[in-house]
């Protein structure tokens, strides 16, 4: 689904902003979880929520999970699956974040009763592309992938320098064109 | 019922936000929402939930903002605990197994009444 008009230039400008209240340079790497302490969004581990030796070996074992955001009163908490990689986690945990920066209301209904059945009320396709897109930028913001191609940083280095994932890296220099960019620079260049 | 929206605070940012753009264009730019009801949230008027949520977009400002934070009223409250809905963002695989469903709505509920406990100390020592 689209994103609505305007919300791309919105997210990098997030991303920058996300930064600057960071006391961070534009091109820097942002740690997920520090961002989260510094806009007051908690963690809970998973063994601290559940103490049950067995029900937490087959929650270990999940791998169709990555994280989730509850609210209680104005306090908000993130879940996340640590067996998954640091860069996934990043991402994971940013894409929460990023629900909580576009204000989206959660969708998951889970009655608090055990035994009842929980549901999607509704599945916002839009919110959904709207916090991947916007955790994309917070991650790999294009300020700092300009910054990375003019210092020759190759994509392993991009991962690291962002504390990211290849995928990540090479997705988000796909969808900001900033290599068609230097590209287009050198051409003219050459041509002048 | 107390309402559960800051209607005062939400009205005063939308009117202040607008600033010199008309009501017609505020409500085109926000979407699907009339120039007259944005008139009446200004003056106070508790917008519905989905209204709400568009308003809150356009602001930039989270929900929560806006939300009256909850309050124990005793008894009555403990009964209507079995009837509690936890919401949550969750980022999972689309097609979960009926195991995985379970396991992860028992996680969310867990982690729902530890982060609870966790609130309650925290407004104890404060």
């Not at chain 1, 091109?27 to 581990?45: N, S």
């Not at chain 1, 030796?53 to 999940?62: E, G, I, P, Q, T």
């Not at chain 1, 913001?141 to 320098?161: R, S």
Request: net charge positive; charged share 30%.
């Amino acid at each position: 689904m689209p994103l609505k008009r305007g919300f791309k230039a919105h997210a990098e400008r997030i991303a920058l902003k996300a930064r600057s209240d960071m006391g961070l340079q534009p091109h820097h790497g942002l740690h997920a979880k520090e961002y989260a302490a510094f806009l007051g969004i908690k963690f809970m581990p998973v063994p601290h929520a559940v103490k049950d030796k067995d029900h937490l070996a087959v929650l270990n074992r999940l791998d169709g999970w990555s994280a989730f955001s509850i609210m209680v009163g104005p306090a908000r908490y993130i879940v996340n699956n640590e067996t998954h990689s640091d860069g996934r986690q990043e991402t994971d945990i940013m894409h929460e974040i990023s629900h909580h920066l576009c204000g989206h209301q959660p969708s998951h209904a889970v009655p608090l009763r055990e035994g009842a059945s929980g549901q999607c009320r509704s599945y916002f396709k839009e919110i959904e592309g709207e916090a991947d897109w916007m955790a994309g930028c917070l991650k790999v913001p294009k300020a700092g992938l300009v910054w990375a191609i003019q210092n020759g940083m190759t994509n392993d280095e991009m991962v690291l320098h962002f504390r990211s994932n290849l995928k990540m890296v090479t997705f988000r220099r796909s969808m900001t064109g900033v290599d068609k960019m230097f590209s287009a620079s050198r051409s003219s260049s050459r041509a002048a | 019922m107390a309402n559960p929206i800051k209607i005062n605070e939400l009205a005063a940012l939308l009117k202040s936000r607008r600033g010199g753009l008309g009501l017609r264009e505020a409500a085109e730019q926000i979407g699907d929402v009339s120039a007259s009801t944005l008139s009446r949230i200004e003056q106070g008027k508790v917008p519905d939930l989905e209204t709400f949520v568009k308003i809150c977009r356009w602001l930039g400002e989270p929900t929560e903002r806006f939300l009256e934070p909850e309050t124990h009223t005793g008894k009555k409250d403990r009964k209507n605990e079995d009837e509690e809905i936890i919401m949550a963002h969750l980022r999972a695989d689309k097609l979960l197994d009926p195991q995985t469903k379970t396991s992860l709505e028992h996680l969310i509920r867990m982690a729902y009444l530890a982060a609870k406990e966790a609130e309650k100390k925290q407004g104890r020592k404060a």
